[in-house]
């Protein structure tokens, strides 16, 4: 084993240890309890995506208890599995001081390097789509018809976890179109059965979606009609803006550049085809979408795994050559973004003071012991009563967060007061709530208007003072919680109310 190989497994390692030292302790993010709920109703698939992560957290869960480490746990451990292949299969294509690079800018990417902590559905995306690159490697360079085979699993696996992982079938058609060497494939059976075994991860969905009245369907038909009212090209700038902030500025402009002047910077052929393989399939479906509508921030996640491969090449070649400025900078910026990220609560320690609503995704995990104990007192006052209590929100965030975080970890209700439909139609039954007080929590005043709503189905609804919950460093609160307490549900018809999906 060589010295750089020594000093990965070494990086790896201390990052793990952090993570699990760190995930421990960190509180929840709303989708983390939201995935976690998921593994407590295991499926073949949910309103919103694919059933990996669940499966992945009812793991952890199994193995550390219903705790933040039970469901980081596997994240955790696909993190630096995948950070490994990733390795390999950078130093098979351009050598073991690139890889070493390759690594280092996936571990200080900022949004990759919070993803590889949390537990999302990206996390066993990733680790497939890495394991996928890793086979796709060996199969092309050992000429291993066999490993074919083991690709068409892991994209099979990475589909059930994220649809996002078809896009690997356009990478490996496109790499094999642009290699001569690799044309040779295309006139056999083996990327056709590979691809054949990779669409069996599309049947956890095909089979819920028709169990389900097509709700998966449905919400992805909503989510790529977005704000496609607004003009041509609007939110093309939030895609380049938050691609900086995923991968950091410097790291992000210098991929763009490298992209433009890939022939000169990658002169090896093969390696060349293999980062615009997948890269530009998934970019292009990216930029597409964000001329149209939004775009979320992850989605290009596994791109990265791909366009970053030149920039490694070009600071590794800088940094030998003595020319650090520009890999030194990068670094820098990204390590100081990274600290920001997993240590919010750092600039009220310095005495700093920064205004609240840019971070608000940074506090998401801040203070759930104070706002889940005024939530368990209030459901107190409802039993002193005499009253049967049951808890609910018109949102998924608000009843996962309260799931997993109120006294016994109960189930929570979902209440669709004028908003869309989420996995929460499918938990809850409106019929058993009938005769009970529900303690209706929201983390926006109102919202969607549906206190009105609850006025009509309940005998009494009674808001509470609202918490605005402040963190020292932050200029306002960073959190607001709104607790109604509603006396005596009539039971409704929640079609009745419900806003799209």
Same mark, same amino acid.
């Given at each position: 084993?060589?010295?750089?190989?020594?000093? *990965?497994?070494?990086?790896?390692?201390?990052?793990?240890?952090?993570?699990?030292? @760190?995930?421990?302790?960190?509180?929840?993010?709303?989708?983390?309890?939201?995935?976690?709920?998921?593994?407590?109703?295991?499926?073949?698939?949910?309103?919103?995506?694919?059933?990996?992560?669940?499966?992945?957290?009812?793991?952890?869960?199994?193995?550390?208890?219903?705790?933040?480490?039970?469901?980081?746990?596997?994240?955790?451990?696909?993190?630096?599995?995948?950070?490994?292949?990733?390795?390999?299969?950078?130093?098979?294509?351009?050598?073991?001081?690139?890889?070493?690079?390759?690594?280092?800018?996936?571990?200080?990417?900022?949004?990759?390097?919070?993803?590889?902590?949390?537990?999302?559905?990206?996390?066993?995306?990733?680790?497939?789509?890495?394991?996928?690159?890793?086979?796709?490697?060996? *199969?092309?360079?050992?000429?291993?018809?066999?490993?074919? @085979?083991?690709?068409?699993?892991?994209?099979?696996?990475?589909?059930?976890?994220?649809?996002?992982?078809?896009?690997?079938?356009?990478?490996?058609?496109?790499?094999?179109?642009?290699?001569?060497? /690799?044309?040779?494939?295309?006139?056999?059976?083996?990327? /056709?059965?590979?691809?054949?075994?990779?669409?069996?991860?599309?049947?956890?969905?095909?089979?819920?979606?028709?169990?389900?009245?097509?709700?998966?369907?449905?919400?992805?038909?909503?989510?790529?009609?977005?704000?496609?009212?607004?003009?041509?090209?609007?939110?093309?700038?939030?895609?380049?803006?938050?691609?900086?902030?995923?991968?950091?500025?410097? *790291?992000?402009?210098?991929?763009?550049?490298?992209?433009?002047?890939?022939?000169?910077?990658?002169?090896?052929?093969?390696?060349?085809?293999?980062?615009?393989?997948?890269?530009?399939?998934?970019?292009?479906?990216?930029?597409?979408?964000?001329?149209?509508?939004?775009?979320?921030? =992850?989605?290009?996640?596994?791109?990265?795994?791909?366009?970053?491969?030149?920039?490694?090449?070009?600071?590794?070649?800088?940094?030998?050559?003595?020319?650090?400025?520009?890999?030194?900078?990068?670094?820098?910026? =990204?390590?100081?973004?990274?600290?920001?990220?997993?240590?919010?609560?750092?600039?009220?320690?310095?005495?700093?003071?920064?205004?609240?609503?840019?971070?608000?995704?940074?506090?998401?995990?801040?203070?759930?012991?104070?706002?889940?104990?005024?939530?368990?007192?209030?459901?107190?006052?409802?039993?002193?009563?005499?009253?049967?209590?049951?808890?609910?929100?018109?949102?998924?965030?608000?009843?996962? #967060?309260?799931?997993?975080?109120?006294?016994?970890?109960?189930?929570? =209700?979902?209440?669709?007061?004028?908003?869309?439909?989420?996995?929460?139609?499918?938990?809850?039954?409106?019929?058993?709530?009938?005769?009970?007080?529900?303690?209706?929590?929201?983390?926006?005043?109102?919202?969607?208007?549906?206190?009105?709503?609850?006025?009509? @189905?309940? #005998?009494?609804?009674?808001?509470?003072?609202?918490?605005?919950?402040?963190?020292?460093? @932050?200029?306002?609160?960073?959190?607001?919680?709104?607790?109604?307490?509603?006396?005596?549900?009539?039971?409704?018809?929640?079609?009745?109310?419900?806003?799209?999906?």
């Amino acid at each position: 084993m060589t010295r750089t190989t020594r000093s *990965a497994l070494l990086l790896i390692g201390v990052l793990t240890l952090f993570r699990l030292f @760190y995930g421990a302790q960190l509180g929840l993010a709303w989708d983390e309890a939201y995935y976690w709920q998921w593994s407590r109703h295991l499926d073949l698939s949910y309103y919103d995506q694919g059933p990996g992560i669940a499966y992945c957290i009812k793991l952890g869960t199994l193995l550390a208890g219903h705790t933040h480490l039970g469901v980081r746990l596997m994240p955790i451990v696909f993190a630096a599995l995948g950070a490994w292949l990733t390795f390999l299969t950078t130093r098979r294509w351009l050598g073991e001081a690139v890889a070493w690079w390759m690594l280092v800018l996936l571990s200080l990417a900022p949004l990759y390097a919070a993803g590889s902590l949390l537990a999302t559905y990206d996390s066993p995306l990733v680790v497939c789509w890495a394991l996928a690159l890793w086979l796709l490697t060996k *199969a092309l360079q050992e000429n291993k018809p066999a490993l074919w @085979y083991a690709v068409g699993v892991s994209v099979a696996l990475g589909i059930a976890s994220k649809l996002t992982m078809l896009m690997v079938a356009p990478g490996v058609l496109l790499l094999l179109a642009l290699v001569p060497d /690799y044309r040779k494939w295309l006139k056999t059976p083996h990327p /056709y059965l590979a691809f054949g075994i990779a669409l069996l991860g599309v049947l956890p969905y095909v089979l819920w979606d028709r169990q389900h009245e097509q709700m998966f369907s449905l919400h992805i038909q909503t989510l790529s009609r977005r704000h496609t009212d607004a003009a041509f090209g609007r939110w093309f700038g939030d895609f380049l803006a938050g691609q900086a902030l995923f991968v950091g500025l410097i *790291a992000w402009l210098t991929e763009l550049w490298c992209l433009v002047r890939l022939k000169a910077i990658l002169r090896d052929e093969k390696s060349r085809a293999f980062v615009l393989a997948f890269t530009l399939p998934l970019l292009a479906v990216c930029i597409w979408t964000s001329l149209r509508s939004k775009l979320e921030i =992850n989605w290009p996640t596994t791109m990265h795994l791909a366009s970053l491969l030149p920039v490694a090449v070009l600071f590794e070649r800088l940094w030998r050559d003595g020319k650090k400025a520009l890999p030194g900078a990068s670094m820098v910026l =990204n390590v100081f973004l990274c600290l920001l990220a997993f240590f919010p609560g750092a600039p009220g320690k310095l005495g700093l003071t920064l205004p609240a609503a840019p971070f608000t995704k940074l506090n998401e995990p801040y203070g759930w012991p104070e706002l889940m104990a005024q939530t368990a007192a209030a459901g107190e006052t409802l039993k002193a009563e005499g009253r049967e209590v049951a808890y609910a929100s018109v949102t998924y965030r608000v009843n996962s #967060a309260m799931a997993f975080y109120l006294p016994g970890q109960p189930q929570t =209700n979902g209440l669709y007061f004028n908003v869309r439909w989420d996995n929460y139609r499918l938990w809850t039954d409106e019929k058993a709530l009938i005769g009970k007080s529900i303690v209706l929590v929201n983390d926006v005043d109102d919202e969607k208007e549906s206190l009105p709503v609850a006025r009509k @189905y309940f #005998a009494s609804v009674e808001p509470r003072k609202p918490i605005l919950l402040t963190r020292p460093g @932050y200029t306002g609160p960073v959190k607001h919680w709104y607790i109604t307490l509603c006396r005596d549900f009539k039971g409704y018809d929640p079609s009745a109310h419900r806003k799209g999906y």
